[in-house]
């Protein structure tokens, strides 16, 4: 925290999605945090049976849960990120813009009051039920630009294609695709030497194997109302500011699926409109690393700060910390 800002930083808050999940994730918050636990209570309640299955699963000592199914992974993604933000409003800590990535891109709708807790306990549902006909297929992050991976990708951009799922960075790109065709992707990226890893996603997301959810996703948003967005949201779907128009389409919504998370871009968007000191909200710390590429940040205009640890132990120390921090910004 540089001791000569003459003016507090603005709030963003960065909300994570596939792949920053692990079991136990902001488990220790529960019961400790008033507000983050009420929040979550209350989703998992609107979400039914499943809702008191998963809140047993996530709880479990130790955690028993496939936590990289988008059965669990994503309802559990957006109610982490969507409750601490809720906990940060009642210490009085108020974002300025939302910036969420993946399914973290519908806990920013929902802060933004989009759409209500109730509403989105449904669309969870649905999320989750709409990627079961899925083919079977996965995401991998490679250490290159887009245009140093174009040549391994297909053109024809079909069912099974494997495609850019996320530019979450200059040289940070995610692939996505169905298999077998991305393993094999993989094993050409590695022969040629290119750095890669899988993603913790057991489903295609952002790729056109998600046509097929697309369209019951949709559905599911054409029955509840929305609104424009209360608060600024940059868009990881667009790289741009949501219009009203957006944020009230069932299309755009459900199209987030099966298109690239456009994360570089829309940070880069938010950080030359002003300044900000950034929050990593909701488990890991990945966002914050790529958001410590950005030259606002590298040379001092912007911060970061996350507020939960890269696993699973230490995160009430590692919340109290970063709300403490946070609260010196903007005293």
Known sequence: MSAHRAEPLPVALLLPGQGAQHRGMAAELYGQE????????????YMGEEGCAL??????????????????????????GYALGRSLESRGIRPAALLGHSVGELAAAALAGVFGLRDAAM???????????????????AAASVDELRPYLDSDAGVNSVVVGARNGPRQTVLAGAEPHLSSVERLLRHHGVSCRRVAARQPFHSPAMAHAVRRFERAFSTIEMRPPSVPIWSTATGARLRGEQATDPAFWAWQLATPVQFWPALDAMLTSRDFLLAETGPGQGLSMLARLHPRVRQGHCEVVP???????????????????MKQNNP
Not at 57 to 64: H, I, Q, S, V
Not at 126 to 135: G, H, L, N, S
Not at 307 to 319: E, I, Q
């Open 55 to 80: 809140r047993d699963e996530w709880l479990a000592d130790p955690p028993d849960l496939v936590i990289d199914d988008a059965s669990r992974a994503q309802p559990l993604l957006f109610a982490t």
């Open 307 to 325: 507020l939960l640890p890269s696993g699973a132990d230490g995160a009430l120390r590692t919340y109290r910390a970063a709300v403490t921090r």
């Open 123 to 141: 669309l969870m549902r649905e999320r989750t039920a709409a990627t079961v006909e899925v083919p079977a297929g996965g995401m991998l992050a």
């Open 34 to 45: 008033a507000v983050f636990t009420a929040v979550l209570d209350e989703f998992f309640e």
